[in-house]
């Protein structure tokens, strides 16, 4: 896919929330349309007016008439008004190409509501958006093409990096990537707290502990290198390293984590099926 080929479609926004504003601004920061190009509604006009002066999109009185206006539409409300928004814009739909990043809710749940043949593509960023570090899961609905594909890919990328998964593992992604920025921040402040102890100021300790967690994230994802020789290179026969993860395997560090991750996960299946 060309530059040129996403630059000339228009985006409407349903829902500027936190994760669609941040979307927004990554796609305009990314320069992948103009922001002229992207429309946007929301209930909350006078925030959407806000946001038409900062960033110099459109904003659009109702939803039916950011479709109208769109070639691809993003959904990024809560949930349970999703079909409240479905019922309202189908039948200004068309061809048009739907992202959903509303959590927990079904390609099926789009697909049955809306025309036949309707294009739709679920995605699961996380809150990492905010700083355009997130990870999008993005998974397909049964219309859905090569390059409508590739369009979904390049506006996540504008935010982060995405993976393409089936969508069975979306609970997974839940517990993983979606819950798994607020485990990171619980390690950054008790590598902070133990730095603190140690009898540095909390503005350092946190500082080191952050770009820490940064820097050692930065490894995985650029050397390619397993993360067991990555740790390994740090550990030295005898040293600090070795004798701080003796600690961190006697209180069960390790577990936790995947534990965390798994419970996550279940809750996220309880979820959908309540929904």
């Not at 189908?90 to 190409?97: A, G, T, V």
């Amino acid at each position: 896919m060309t530059s040129t080929y996403l630059t000339s479609k228009k985006i409407g926004f349903i829902g500027t929330g936190k994760m669609g504003e941040a979307l927004i601004k990554g796609i305009l920061h990314s320069r992948l349309v103009p922001p002229s190009n992207i429309y946007a509604s929301d209930l909350d006009y006078v925030k959407l007016q806000l946001m038409e002066k900062d960033y110099g999109i459109i904003a659009c009185e109702d939803n039916c008439d950011t479709v109208e206006k769109s070639d691809i539409i993003i959904i990024a409300v809560k949930p349970n008004i999703v079909p409240v928004v479905l019922e309202e814009i189908k039948e200004s739909l068309k061809n048009r190409l739907i992202i959903s990043i509303a959590a927990g809710v079904s390609i099926d749940t789009y697909e049955n509501a809306l025309p036949a043949g309707t294009k739709v593509v679920r995605v699961m960023p996380n809150i990492a958006a905010t700083v355009k570090e997130a990870v999008s899961s993005i998974c397909l609905g049964t219309a859905v093409s090569r390059e409508d594909t590739d369009v979904a890919v390049a506006v996540f990328n504008a935010i982060g990096r995405t993976v393409i998964l089936p969508e069975h593992l979306m609970d997974a992604v839940t517990g993983l990537s979606g819950s798994g920025p607020a485990y990171i921040f619980m390690i950054i402040e008790a590598l902070a707290d133990g730095g603190v102890h140690e009898g540095l100021d909390r503005k350092t300790a946190r500082l080191l502990a952050a770009q820490t967690v940064l820097g050692a994230a930065k490894m995985v994802l650029d050397d390619g290198t397993h993360t067991a020789d990555l740790k390994d290179m740090v550990t030295s026969p005898g040293g600090t390293t070795i004798r701080g993860i003796r600690v961190m395997e006697q209180y069960g560090v390790r577990v936790a984590m995947m534990n965390a991750v798994i419970a996550a996960s279940e809750r996220s299946r309880e979820l959908g099926k309540k929904s």
